[in-house]
């Protein structure tokens, strides 16, 4: 059975930094791109970055580019997302999510695993 799980959301002021983890189980990782989503209250879920199985491309959305970093580590069966220079329109919560190949779509329909969600809130 597939298990996703993110960790390390939180409150941060602004301009602050916060490192989000996820942690796959029941699958191999470097099989998949790894996408990270967030939706905010009253919002659509949006792409965030993906990285590729081998970690040798990634992708970001235009509102994180220069500021957060994507990462995995198929080893450890996990992938990161490292954000620094936090805003409070950053404040949502924050999905990892699992597509098998390399392929890279922005739409979360696209995607096969989805984790559970962990909230960011950046304050002013």
């Known amino acids: 059975q597939v298990k996703v799980v993110e960790s390390g959301g939180g409150l941060v002021q602004a301009g602050g930094s916060l490192k989000l983890t996820c942690a796959a189980s029941?699958?191999?990782?470097?099989?998949?791109?790894v996408g990270w989503f967030r939706q905010a209250p009253g919002k659509d879920r949006e792409f965030v970055a993906a990285?590729?199985?081998?970690?040798?491309?990634?992708r970001y959305a235009d509102s994180v580019k220069g500021r957060f970093t994507i990462s995995r580590d198929n080893a450890k069966s996990t992938a990161s997302l490292q954000m620094n220079s936090l805003k409070p329109e950053d404040t949502a919560v924050y999905y990892c999510?699992?597509?098998?190949?390399?392929?890279?779509?922005?739409?979360?329909?696209?995607?096969?695993?989805w984790g559970q969600g962990t909230q960011v809130t950046v304050s002013s």
């Open positions: 999510a699992g597509r098998f190949g390399n392929v890279y779509y922005t739409d979360p329909a696209r995607y096969d695993y």
């Open positions: 029941g699958l191999t990782l470097s099989s998949y791109l």
């Open positions: 990285i590729s199985g081998s970690g040798s491309s990634t």
